[in-house]
């Protein structure tokens, strides 16, 4: 079994920045993807970016490029996303997601972390 904690979330003024941290344990597998994905409230949960197991391979939602920056560091099993130029809009839990082959876009995650809210106030 894999393990996600995501950290980093918080309550920002529009135009700010955030930057969220996801740590995987357990059993991770020898390589694997990972990314991040939100949920807002009465809404689906939607893709945000991924990264394949070298990083040099991203992917973005269309409403987050330019914005946001997806990164990891395998050593430490970890996943990062830089929040820029927040916008009340991305106002959502946000989650991390990881195991499985890189998709771009296409991404499902084997495994989850619990989320972490990041709320933007205009």
């Known amino acids: 079994q894999v393990q996600l904690v995501e950290s980093g979330g918080g309550s920002v003024q529009a135009g700010a920045s955030l930057r969220l941290s996801c740590e995987a344990s357990?059993?991770?597998?020898?390589?694997?993807?990972m990314g991040w994905f939100r949920q807002a409230p009465g809404q689906e949960r939607e893709f945000v970016a991924a990264?394949?197991?070298?990083?040099?391979?991203?992917n973005y939602a269309d409403n987050v490029k330019g914005r946001f920056t997806i990164s990891r560091d395998t050593a430490k099993n970890t996943v990062y996303l830089q929040m820029n130029s927040l916008k009340p809009e991305d106002t959502a839990v946000y989650y991390c997601?990881?195991?499985?082959?890189?998709?771009?876009?296409?991404?499902?995650?084997?495994?989850w972390g619990q989320g972490t809210q990041v709320t933007v106030s205009s």
């Open positions: 997601g990881a195991g499985g082959p890189y998709s771009g876009n296409s991404y499902r995650p084997d495994y």
């Open positions: 357990g059993r991770t597998p020898t390589t694997y993807a």
């Open positions: 990264i394949n197991w070298s990083g040099d391979t991203t």
